[in-house]
T-cell receptor, first 116, second 116 residues
Framework: AQTVTQSQPEMSVQEAETVTLSCTYDTSESDYYLFWYKQPPSRQMILVIRQEAYKQQNATENRFSVNFQKAAKSFSLKISDSQLGDAAMYFCAYPGLKGGSEKLVFGKGTKLTVNP | DVKVTQSSRYLVKRTGEKVFLECVQDMDHENMFWYRQDPGLGLRLIYFSYDVKMKEKGDIPEGYSVSREKKERFSLILESASTNQTSMYLC???????????????FGPGTRLTVL
């Protein structure tokens, strides 16, 4: 079974600093996507960034970037110049492949606190 | 923008009651999902649907059923609510795309259900 592991239940960062959230996953597939979702307090979950496994280049979206290590099955999220609005639960997700279905398997989440 | 709405933000029910949670999306997405979110456990898939009247069990379907009579609407049913079903319920939708799963899931705001 596919699993996704986020080893940091909570993290904190000072405003304007950089923080990295870790994620590892288990798969026997070679072609897949990986996702980071953000869930602010009392707000809807939204996609932060996604990575295509067959691409060497790490995905980047403004202040958010990933460090994708395919051989190590590692997919960490780096947030640069942290802002107060970055405070949220962050979930790493991998498509659980079951007969071609599109369901996602989520990690347990990392709660990020941004200190002013 | 994709909009996923859920019928209630907060719901309080009594043990043994039949509970309906409604989800509607406005982007003609084929896939719809119901997740349960609990602290320390992340998101767990209850059921998903890839077409009208089609459904598949997720990881924790026991005690739940679903209905998808129209493409835009996906209902989660608790036949006889129990206290261990007190949780946050999230609905999501996504386009139907070919393998590998590349598409983003769009989430509703969630329904916090309390069963007394």
């Amino acid at each position: 079974a596919q699993t996704v592991t986020q080893s940091q239940p909570e993290m904190s960062v000072q405003e304007a600093e950089t923080v990295t959230l870790s994620c590892t996953y288990d798969t026997s597939e070679s072609d897949y996507y990986l996702f980071w979702y953000k869930q602010p307090p009392s707000r809807q979950m939204i996609l932060v960034i996604r990575q295509e496994a067959y691409k060497q280049q790490n995905a980047t979206e403004n202040r958010f970037s990933v460090n994708f290590q395919k051989a190590a099955k590692s997919f960490s999220l780096k947030i640069s110049d942290s802002q107060l609005g970055d405070a949220a639960m962050y979930f790493c997700a991998y498509p659980g492949l079951k007969g071609g279905s599109e369901k996602l398997v989520f990690g347990k989440g990392t709660k990020l606190t941004v200190n002013p | 923008d994709v909009k996923v709405t859920q019928s209630s933000r907060y719901l309080v029910k009594r043990t043994g009651e039949k509970v309906f949670l409604e989800c509607v999306q406005d982007m003609d997405h084929e896939n719809m999902f119901w997740y349960r979110q609990d602290p320390g456990l992340g998101l767990r898939l209850i059921y998903f649907s890839y077409d009208v009247k089609m459904k598949e069990k997720g990881d924790i379907p026991e005690g739940y059923s679903v209905s998808r009579e129209k493409k835009e609407r996906f209902s989660l049913i608790l036949e006889s609510a129990s206290t261990n079903q007190t949780s946050m319920y999230l609905c999501a939708s996504s386009l139907q795309v070919a393998f590998p799963n590349t598409d983003t899931q769009y989430f509703g705001p969630g329904t916090r259900l309390t069963v007394l």
